[in-house]
């Protein structure tokens, strides 16, 4: 029985580092290049089709246009722990977004389809101490595709209600090594878990903006929590390698299907728009997210075996212990000239996941981020750029049950490229 449970000890280990797919690193302040560009404050501003995800209020008085733009996401960091010492591999993640608003009369309408959430880590496991010839992977990639209809309407000349429905698309992708010895002879075997998963879920925005002059603006929204349910299939080439001794330790099948709910936690934002004069506005947002929400996750594995031997010991749950936070972001835009505009930003992210839950396939640290943007308009066409670093603090944890201890860093460099078309 204690081989059995050293055997199944190690497998259990892969349900340590999965996590949902929006931690605080991957809940993006870049939907929308200008948005991105003055630090995600644009709660009480949202004056262009990323409305949509910021305030659907702010739709309400826009003129008509069609929006692209595209974020890339390129994080760097290190895990360090005894002999250990690893680096991120660099890699890129896109994020698309499209927005399209109409406005007639007191109505406004929009249609937005673009990633809230897309980022993953992968590391090379050779830095772990795994052989090279093993051909072993350690790396996760997520991605969120929200498609989002959206409706606004002027109330008065000062107060403007908006509503947009959230329909996400989430895809994950998860790749661990794991290490037994199955043959008794002292010499450890190296197997490869992996999974893959999507699934659906449904929400809703609701956004609130009120002029209380032309100099001034508030806004606020409302971001529904939404439960996706996730199915795919995980694959653990240990199992069907384990030895023949029933009943403690029986060798099964490679593979499983499983489903696993996953909510997006509600967020409340609220947000100021000033305009001292006719060239310079200053924005400030604070977000409240309910990370608490994000206590466990259950993995509901189809297989019989797999579903008694990921139960061990709760191996079929993912435990967070995730904690609500509060973001702060402030920014600046300047009108240089009829053509170029400017922008800054600044913003506060605190992490939400506590130290026993810290792992490194989704690293999750307390965030300074500097942000930057400019516009160029000519005619009906504007042209948008903008890019971020978030400074991320080093967190030094110990071992604990659900976390890997050591020290962990992470850094994001983004940069966004938009067009906009007024119609």
């Not at 997520?142 to 002027?154: E, L, M, R, T």
């Not at 400030?284 to 993995?299: H, I, K, N």
Request: proline letters at 6%; aromatic letters at 14%; one cysteine or more.
């Amino acid at each position: 029985m204690k081989k059995l449970t050293a055997i199944l000890t190690a497998v259990l280990m892969i349900a340590f580092t999965a996590v949902p797919l929006k931690a605080n690193g991957l809940s993006l302040n870049s939907v929308g290049t200008r948005a991105l560009g003055m630090g995600g404050a644009f709660v009480g501003l949202a004056n262009d089709g990323s409305a949509i995800y910021w305030n659907p209020a702010g739709l309400a008085g826009l003129d008509s246009r069609v929006y692209l733009y595209g974020t890339f996401i390129m994080p760097n960091g290190y895990y360090k722990n005894g002999p250990v010492d690893a680096s991120l591999v660099n890699n890129v993640y896109p994020a698309p977004g499209l927005f399209v608003n109409y406005s007639l009369d007191n109505m406004a309408f929009g249609l937005g389809v673009y990633v809230p959430a897309g980022i993953g880590a992968e590391w090379n496991t050779s830095e772990f101490g795994y052989p090279s010839q093993a051909n072993l992977e350690l790396m996760s990639q997520i991605g969120v595709i929200n498609i989002s209809p959206a409706f606004a309407y002027q109330i008065s000349e000062n107060l403007s209600l908006g509503v947009a429905v959230n329909v996400s698309y989430a895809m994950f992708d998860m790749k661990q090594p794991v290490m037994q010895d199955v043959n008794g002879d002292g010499i450890p075997e190296f197997f490869q878990y992996d999974e893959s998963s999507d699934g659906l879920g449904f929400g809703a925005t609701f956004g609130l903006k009120y002029n209380f002059n032309p100099e001034l603006s508030f806004g606020a929204t409302v971001r529904l929590a939404s439960k996706v349910s996730m199915s795919g299939t995980a694959k653990n080439n240990l199992f069907p390698a384990l030895p023949n001794f029933p009943p403690a330790v029986m060798p099964g099948p490679g593979e499983s299907d499983f489903d696993r709910d996953v909510t997006w936690p509600l967020w409340i934002s609220g947000g100021f728009a000033y305009k001292p004069n006719d060239k310079l506005t200053l924005v400030l947002d604070a977000q409240f997210s309910q990370w608490s929400e994000l206590d466990e996750l259950v993995t509901e594995y189809n297989d019989a075996y797999w579903k008694l031997a990921m139960s061990v010991d709760d191996g079929n749950k993912f435990i967070l212990k995730w904690e609500d936070k509060v973001q702060i972001r402030a920014g600046a835009e300047y009108q240089f000239s009829p053509c170029f505009t400017g922008r800054v930003g600044y913003y506060y992210d605190p992490a939400p996941a506590p130290d026993e839950t810290v792992n490194i396939l989704f690293p999750s640290s307390t965030n300074h981020v500097l942000t930057g943007g400019l516009t160029y308009s000519t005619g009906k066409v504007q042209l948008e750029a903008a890019a971020e670093y978030l400074f991320g603090a080093e967190r030094e944890v110990t071992q604990g049950a659900h976390n890997m201890g050591g020290k962990h860093l992470l850094n994001v460099f983004s940069f966004s490229v938009g067009v906009g078309y007024n119609l």
